[in-house]
């Protein structure tokens, strides 16, 4: 025990860190969620069509239920390996909110995963047949209905952190409540690409993110307790 | 004031033994009404005007969709008073919906199926009743699920409890979503008895099915609920005679 | 009475729907009962092994 009392600022700030300073060691776990959302994009063609006025209608769909999966794939690895060398131990009897902690780690894996598939999205849009001007729509839908993926994702994470092998569980536990964000960001992605306002939408994915960002920490920080015994 | 009493009411035993007293009562009761139901609304409700008599089948879809949403609310409330007031009998109460529920959510699919086929002409219509009710199966598959992967009850019960209340806050969100959604598609909707006023010979059937539906899911609750208890309270000393 | 059970044309969707909700019914009364039994084989299972240990 110090005689010093790290702040809780600090102490988030030095989780933010530690995650990013981590995956940037291990690169590989940074690149396949990125390189199976191109995979699962571009099986569209191969699989419907090659047509580009016929893809562009499925874009937004194909776009969004793509991020979806490649960040539901990333989560496993979001608490396991702090469970198995105790690092999530040590956050909960550290005295520090473990609320906050969470809102730390849940930050680094929207850094790690919903940003970086963010970025990638245009790139798969253009071979959908999506026009440039659509493009500042699409990332900024996809920034921020990523954020709410996040927190969902870290809530999943954390119930399903003392089961084994609960990796399809996760996935099943996670999707339905990402409805509501599917739907927004797909139509969003959508009024994008017809190149009408999509204030709308986006005001909603927007409501839905400050909502998870509110609960979903206390629900992930009472999961990952009860997941540690 | 004497708090005795609010105790016994949450020990195991007791609600044990009430169980037992009042499983009966509401069972014969929702069968009484359950038949009464059935005749009035396949026999003396009148055809409807649109749908001649095919609008039946609202006598027991609207039950079982009402009793696949009432019960996640009754197994999230549970799940609650379990987690945050540290009651156990909350967990049991939460464990034994989730079954009942998942069962009703699949009638009210089929149901709802075989309603859309002669007023739509299909199957299945992505009208958002249906889909958000899809969505509620999903969300009792993923709570079944998670109790299922563990191994200790404890654990079980409380991870399944922080998942029904996430579920219960996420419920009004994916059916505002999906109204929403809805609403930009144009999809029909036959299925909305919204009419001003229901005749009384065709609400009367209806009520009395909801009824009766709701007091044999109190009926079903408790028996499970007593299994439940039995099996959280393995070592208890009061089983002994209970079972004598 | 044939004419009842024609239900005006609809007899393939409704009475399907009936036999399924009741079925359900059906299937969760005969669910909690058998959890019940099982339970209460399970305590007498238990209180008979405990009446033995000390021997």
């Not at chain 1, 909110?97 to 970086?116: D, R, S």
């Not at chain 1, 609960?166 to 409805?179: E, I, R, Y």
């Not at chain 2, 009754?74 to 967990?91: D, F, N, P, Q, Y």
């Not at chain 2, 609403?183 to 059937?205: E, F, G, N, T, Y």
Request: hydrophobic share 55%.
């Amino acid at each position: 025990m110090s005689a010093q009392r790290t702040s809780t600022m600090t102490a988030v700030w030095l989780v933010l860190q530690r995650d990013l300073r981590l995956a940037t060691r291990r690169p590989a776990q940074l690149i396949q969620p990125l390189a199976f959302f191109a995979v699962v994009t571009l099986l569209f063609p191969l699989g419907y069509t090659p047509e580009l006025s016929k893809l562009r209608a499925v874009a937004p769909g194909v776009l969004w239920v793509g991020a979806l999966l490649a960040s539901m794939l990333a989560l496993e690895s979001l608490f396991r390996e702090d469970a198995g060398d105790g690092t999530l131990e040590q956050f909960v009897v550290s005295g520090q909110p473990l609320v906050a902690l969470m809102g730390a780690k849940t930050a680094a894996h929207w850094l790690l995963t919903g940003l970086p598939l963010t970025l990638m999205a245009p790139v798969l849009a253009i071979a959908l047949g999506v026009s440039v001007a659509a493009m500042p729509g699409i990332l900024l839908s996809l920034a921020i209905g990523t954020v709410s993926l996040s927190l969902l994702g870290a809530v999943g994470a954390g119930l399903t952190l003392g089961v084994r092998r609960g990796g399809v569980l996760l996935a099943l536990l996670t999707l339905p409540l990402a409805v509501p964000v599917l739907i927004f960001g797909a139509k969003a992605t959508e009024l994008a690409i017809a190149g009408e306002s999509l204030t709308g939408p986006l005001y909603l994915l927007g409501a839905l993110a400050v909502l998870g960002v509110t609960l979903a920490p206390i629900a992930a920080a009472a999961a990952v307790r009860i997941g540690l015994e | 004031m004497n708090w005795a009493w609010f105790h016994r009411l949450g020990s195991p035993p007791h609600i044990y033994r009430i169980a037992g007293t009042l499983t009966p009562w509401f069972a014969w009761l929702a069968g009484l009404l359950i038949i009464v139901a059935l005749y009035s609304g396949l026999v003396l409700a009148p055809p409807d005007y649109q749908q001649g008599d095919g609008f039946r089948i609202l006598y027991v879809h609207a039950p079982s969709a009402w009793l696949a949403v009432m019960i996640y609310g009754v197994m999230a409330s549970a799940a609650a008073i379990g987690l945050i007031w540290r009651m156990k009998i909350g967990h049991a109460v939460a464990a034994s919906c989730a079954g009942v529920g998942a069962w009703f959510t699949v009638v009210s699919l089929v149901t709802g199926m075989l309603w859309g086929k002669p007023m739509w002409g299909t199957y299945w219509v992505w009208d958002p009743r249906l889909t958000a009710q899809l969505i509620l199966l999903f969300l009792y598959l993923g709570y079944l699920g998670l109790r299922a992967g563990f191994d200790d009850l404890s654990r079980a019960d409380r991870a399944s409890a922080v998942l029904a209340i996430v579920g219960f806050i996420n419920i009004p969100v994916i059916r505002y979503s999906v109204e929403w959604w809805n609403s930009i598609h144009q999809a029909p909707s036959v299925m909305k008895m919204a009419r001003p006023s229901m005749p009384i010979d065709m609400l009367a059937p209806l009520l009395m099915m909801l009824l009766g539906f709701t007091l044999y899911f109190a009926a079903v609750l408790l028996v499970r609920l007593r299994a439940e208890i039995l099996r959280r309270e393995r070592t208890a000393s009061w089983i002994r005679e209970v079972l004598r | 009475m044939s004419e009842f059970f024609a239900m005006g044309g609809y007899a393939i969707f409704l009475w399907p729907a009936y036999l399924a909700t009741f079925l359900a019914i059906g299937v969760n009364i005969v669910l909690a009962r058998r959890a019940h039994e099982d339970a209460k084989q399970e305590a007498r299972r238990r209180i008979a092994i405990e009446d033995e240990g000390p021997l």
